[in-house]
């Protein structure tokens, strides 16, 4: 007889040698083939290195869990390059938009609450949105036409990036409104920058197409609208404090800051130049606490919060969401209707859920991003990422500081390395 191969992720099916009562049937056991072998975490190791050892990044650290515990660890390179300062286990790091997913969790905790409906409109609790007008391109003389709404912008909308805010530099009209708006200035409170966004027309009818944009710093004023709490308040006492995310802060003490990593600009192949413009915006108590972008974080606190996800929004004890609301935050949110769909493709065989990218279909071919159909995961401008692996119940944290968002195909090889190669 020949033997049959089973594919790298199959199940092995192992029925339970004790004895059974009459009539009922043998258990089950399923066991998921380990992910995270020596093999593949030396893999990881090579990879990381490599990048370090090419120059294009200053330093990299990961982190993952697979069932609950702690696989594989380990840094390489530069936090600070000048001082020789290594990339360790507590480098704080600016995370940019992995704050986002934080920010959509504080938000459902509302919802399980029943103090909002996903569908309900955004006007009813920010009414500085209510007479919102449509951008229609310009007339021959350049003046920009808008038109109304078909209807209006949605909570949903708001969690899955279809409500309409212009988010580019190059719409004729619409992009110099919004810059001159200076909506997302630093000074502006949450409820300020609602007000100057508000005044600009979207760029597009709400739920028409997926563009990246503000939306999430929106979804933080939101919670502070319905919870009367000011939103960083809120998300401490709700996320970041029940999770013991005791370094996942808007604001860097004084004494922590030796641990700050820099953040580096890449100019070129193995050339990389310290950023000099956003370290300010961490050594001082700014009015605008974005939902969308400007916490920092440490691989541990950030995993702390992966781990709640994956164990369907509980840890050690602690809940912080309901299973079901877990599940609908990692469910796809976009209709076949919206194709238009920005860079999101590229990301892979996605959807987006409620602050998340979904993967809806595995990868088809080699090119494309490793992951599993069930996973959601966000990264950050900093080249920054991170997924929850359901199937596998496996979580990675994948920390660099590099400046502009992975060209150099960081991620597509971390996710190779820690899968395998395709098809895994």
Known sequence: MKKVLLPLLALLIVCSCKEEPKGKAPEKVIIHNKIITTTAKARIDSV??????????AGASALIFENGEEVYYNAFGYADIALEKPMQRNT??????????????????????????LDDPLSKYI???????VYAGVDENGKMKTEPLKREISIRDLTRHTAGFPNRDDIPGLSKLFRKADAMNRENTLTQM??????VPLWFQPGAQWE?????????LLVERISGIPYDEYVQQHVLSPLSMDETRYFIPKKDRDRFSKLYIRKGEGELVKDTTTYSNYTAHWPLTRGGSGLTSTLDDYMRFAQMLVHQGSLD?????????VKLMATNHLPDSVTKRSWLPSKGQVGFGIDFAVRVAP???????????GEFYWDGAASTLFWVDPVNQLTAVLFVQLFPYD???????FRDAVYGPYPF
């Open 48 to 57: 990381l290195n490599a990048f370090v050892q090419s120059g294009n990044i």
């Open 92 to 117: 704080i790091v600016q995370i940019y938009s992995m704050t986002k997913p934080i920010t959509g969790t504080a938000l459902m905790t509302l919802f399980e609450q029943g103090k909002f409906k």
């Open 127 to 133: 009414p500085e949105f209510e007479n919102m007008t």
């Open 194 to 199: 609602a007000e100057k966004m508000a005044k």
């Open 212 to 220: 990246y944009g503000p939306s999430v710093d929106v979804q933080a």
């Open 317 to 325: 004890s602690v809940q912080v969401l309901q299973p079901e609301t």
């Open 363 to 373: 990868p088809k071919t080699p090119n494309e991003n490793n992951g599993v159909v």
């Open 407 to 413: 060209q150099i195909g960081l991620h597509k090889q």
